[in-house]
């Protein structure tokens, strides 16, 4: 919708590796897609369970191509391993995400516990000018070294990460 109330709730309570969003490709991958204005989560803030997973579309967590011009905007996230997992083939255009953009979103409940983020509020890896802006990522579990507020890898091309608060790490 044009609003900003979050009136759609989106929960996938599996045990087994949940996702509560899943955007996949084996090829050619997807096009403009928003997930705006909902509520997000899963039954699971241990490995392997994703809020919004972009990535392939046979197995989660490996990488996807050309899921392009993907929008994530105004959610509320919290109870999975990863917020957003974002992960394209390449940081190129031919293959990688193309102008992922992820603003205005609160990922991690407002008080740390049973809902909090199990390692990471956003993961980015395989992207061609990605835009993080405008987010609260807050209560974050992450004892693993390699927990995070806001990661990217050597495969993002560009970009842009700002005006993001981070806070209430354990």
């Known amino acids: 919708s044009g609003g900003t109330d979050k009136s759609l709730t989106i929960t996938n309570s599996s045990a087994t590796s949940p996702a509560a969003i899943w955007i996949g490709s084996t090829g050619a991958g997807t096009s403009g897609n ?83 983020i199990g390692l990471v509020g956003v993961r980015i890896d395989g992207a061609v000018n990605p835009a993080v802006t405008l987010n609260t990522i807050q209560n974050v579990n992450g004892v693993a070294a390699s927990s995070g507020g806001i990661i990217t890898t050597s495969a993002v091309a560009g970009g842009t990460i700002s005006q993001n608060i981070i806070q209430n790490f354990s």
């Open 34 to 116: 928003t997930i705006k204005n909902s509520i997000i989560n899963t039954g699971s803030n241990t490995a392997t369970s994703y809020g919004i997973a972009i990535s392939n579309a046979t197995t989660i967590g490996n990488a996807g191509a050309d899921n392009d011009n993907v929008t994530i905007q105004n959610n509320t996230i919290t109870q999975c391993y990863y917020g957003v997992f974002a992960s394209g083939t390449t940081a190129t255009s031919a293959g990688g995400l193309d102008n992922l953009s992820i603003n205005n979103n609160i990922i991690g409940p407002a008080s740390a516990g049973a809902t909090s």
